[in-house]
T-cell receptor, first 113, second 112 residues
Framework: DTAVSQTPKYLVTQMGNDKSIKCEQN?????MYWYKQDSKKFLKIMFSYNNKELIINETVPNRFSPKSPDKAHLNLHINSLELGDSAVYFC????????????FGPGTRLTVT | SQELEQSPQSLIVQEGKNLTINCTSS?????LYWYKQKYGEGLIFLMMLQKGGEEKSHEKITAKLDEKKQQSSLHITASQPSHAGIYLC????????????FGKGTLLTVNP
């Protein structure tokens, strides 16, 4: 059983388009995250949600809008895509309240042309 | 903000050799997490350390946190090709329970 799943795995799109990445976890965790990993493999937190509430927004452009319809889902919508948005985006989840270990999805490789 | 420095950036070893990866924090660590990433995949949790002087082992991997809680090391004994990947340390500074700051990773190659 997949613990944290993301769709799509690959996404190729043109500049200016709007796209969404979906994330679902079946672990019953309260906290979910979005990370961005750039071409140099540097992993950086973007957003954190706890019980559907936004907890952390790490100076991410407002073109990025996370949406959490319920505790098991955290989707990432990106408007007006730019070349610099090309990266691998990881969703993760952890038990509520404290970090403990985070469980990561397989990643979505976004390429903006 | 907290910064984590990992060394070395990359490491190539012969199968069977021991190796150590270091992670140094600019601030006192509340929690230190080690993850492994294989190419094209997500991160896999390895170990978490919270107490100064703490040491944990899983199979051939041992992680330690120093007494001052500012430096951690990951030691692999008798490395195997399956150990190859990117090792990342992540830190929780304690101010927020919803954020991990990651180091830039160490790329490990194990030659058979």
């Amino acid at each position: 059983d997949t613990a944290v799943s993301q769709t799509p795995k690959y996404l190729v799109t043109q500049m200016g388009n709007d796209k969404s990445i979906k994330c679902e976890q079946n672990l019953g965790h309260d906290t979910m995250y979005w990370y961005k990993q750039d071409s140099k493999k540097f992993l950086k937190i973007m957003f954190s949600y706890n019980n559907k509430e936004l907890i952390i927004n790490e100076t991410v452009p407002n073109r990025f809008s996370p949406k959490s319809p319920d505790k098991a889902h955290l989707n990432l919508h990106i408007n007006s895509l730019e070349l610099g948005d090309s990266a691998v985006y990881f969703c993760a989840s952890s038990p509520g309240g404290q970090i403990y270990e985070q469980y990561f999805g397989p990643g979505t490789r976004l390429t903006v042309t | 903000s907290q910064e984590l420095e990992q060394s070395p950036q990359s490491l190539i070893v012969q199968e069977g050799k021991n190796l150590t990866i270091n992670c140094t924090s600019s601030k006192t660590l509340y929690g230190l997490y080690w993850y492994k990433q294989k190419y094209g995949e997500g991160l896999i949790f390895l170990m978490m350390l919270q107490k100064g002087g703490e040491e944990k082992s899983h199979e051939k991997i041992t992680a330690k946190l120093d007494e001052k809680k500012q430096q951690s090391s990951l030691h692999i004994t008798a490395s195997q090709p399956s150990h190859a990947g990117i090792y990342l340390c992540g830190a929780d500074s304690g101010g927020s329970n919803y954020k991990l700051t990651f180091g830039k990773g160490t790329l490990l190659t194990v030659n058979p």
